[in-house]
């Protein structure tokens, strides 16, 4: 009897600890879930060509046109994922949750033109806006987003997105996006560059019956001198073939997420192989307002898309020779053994001797040359300056 009374104190005694155990390991659990909100992943990348590189996600939309989360939830997530620069651009045009919200303040709202509350022009990108022209205001998104960014530091961007049809431009550093509008798109960003902004051409649509491969629309607002960038990469797709063209052109060149949900529901789960989601690298001396325009105007960054970077090749240059370095080890009877170090966030394809290899972020690598070798060249594979065309560098070997 007594080892039974004994068998039992022990199973009730198992069974509270089991039960304290799963208590502790599940608000452990939401403790970390928790603190995950703020833990930034950080990107080092070193100076280029005397210029500080910030991260910068120049392509977002929010609940205020047609993202799926808010602005607050935009601000953490840009922070969390190492970027110092975030845009706000939401659809001037396009804002299909509008209705949502009206609906949800139907006690609230009294709408004369109509029995129930209802959106104005919430989609004017491919139809003609009736006379009231829109009526939201369009700063919204961008102000409750620099509230919530009072708790995380970031460079914010009030900006917006220019829609007609196939044709997408984006304006960024406006003062009133309320101002933005108008029938006439050239009118729509004149209006954006009269506060200061400037004009990005967002995934241009291909047309191959021009030289450039873009909408006569685009190639007429291009050639009138308007725009200061191009998006070569967007999400999961690059325009390779106007790599060159923004180029010789002297355009910033962009790559943006234009994410619409979480970067972790949209971005990873589409098959991204990269550890970061597209951004663009901004070479400039601070990390302010009129430093960062500057840079943008004057085309000094790098698009990073799933692993590639895209640029001009002196920043490219700049980049890797400021991120990589060369070191003898030892030599064989028959080769020299050197080992590479990269000290920056972003891996370097290598094409070398007929050889190809991967120099890791923040990792090293050894390789083998032919006995004696004083210097190697490159061809690095995810540099790119056009089409095809890699950035090919000269080392030496360093004894």
């Known amino acids: 009897m007594k080892s039974l009374k004994y068998t039992a104190i022990l199973i009730l005694s198992l069974a509270l600890t089991s039960v304290a155990v799963a208590q502790r390991h599940s608000h452990n659990s939401v403790q970390a879930s928790f603190h995950s909100y703020y833990h930034r992943q950080q990107i080092v990348i070193p100076d280029v060509c005397g210029y500080n590189v910030y991260t910068a996600g120049l392509h977002t939309h929010t609940i205020y046109s047609d993202g799926q989360v808010t602005p607050l939830y935009r601000v953490r997530e840009a922070w969390r994922y190492g970027l110092d620069i975030l845009a706000i651009t939401d659809h001037i045009e396009y804002r299909p949750t509008e209705n949502d919200m009206l609906r949800y ?40 987003a620099k ?8 460079l914010l961007i009030r900006g917006a997105e220019i829609t007609r049809g196939d044709n997408h431009f984006n304006v960024l550093f406006t003062k009133d996006n309320n101002k933005v509008y108008d ?27 021009t030289e450039t491969q873009m909408t006569p629309l685009a190639e007429s607002l291009h050639a009138k001198g308007l725009l200061s960038g191009v998006e070569v990469g967007n ?27 979480s970067f972790d529901e949209f971005y990873y789960q589409n098959g991204n192989r990269s550890t970061y989601p597209n951004m663009t690298l901004v070479l400039a001396k601070r990390c302010d307002e009129q430093s960062i325009k500057e840079a943008l105007v004057k085309g000094r960054t790098i698009a990073y898309q799933n692993g590639k970077l895209i640029g001009r090749e002196e920043y490219l240059l700049g980049l890797f020779n400021a991120s990589v370095s060369l070191q003898h080890m030892c030599d064989t009877r028959r080769e020299t053994m050197v080992i590479i170090t990269n000290k920056s966030s972003f891996p370097y394809e290598l094409r070398y001797n007929k050889h190809n290899a991967v120099v890791h972020a923040m990792g090293s690598l050894q390789i083998s040359l032919p006995i004696g070798a004083k210097e190697v060249e490159f061809e690095v594979r995810n540099l790119f300056v056009g089409k095809g065309e890699y950035v090919k560098v000269k080392m030496a070997v360093q004894r």
């Open 105 to 144: 303040m139907t006690g609230y709202i009294k709408d004369e033109y109509s029995d129930r509350p209802r959106g104005v022009n919430t989609n004017v990108s491919r139809r003609e806006a009736d006379e009231r022209g829109i009526i939201a205001d369009l700063n919204v998104g961008y102000e409750t």
């Open 147 to 154: 509230t919530a960014n009072e708790k995380f530091g970031l």
């Open 183 to 209: 029938a006439d798109i050239e009118k729509s960003m004149r209006n954006a560059i009269d506060q200061g902004a400037i004009v990005i051409h967002n995934h241009p649509k291909i047309d191959k019956s």
């Open 235 to 261: 999400s999961f797709h690059s325009w390779d073939h106007l790599f060159r063209y923004a180029i010789d052109k002297g355009y910033a060149l962009i790559s943006g997420t234009d994410a619409h949900s």
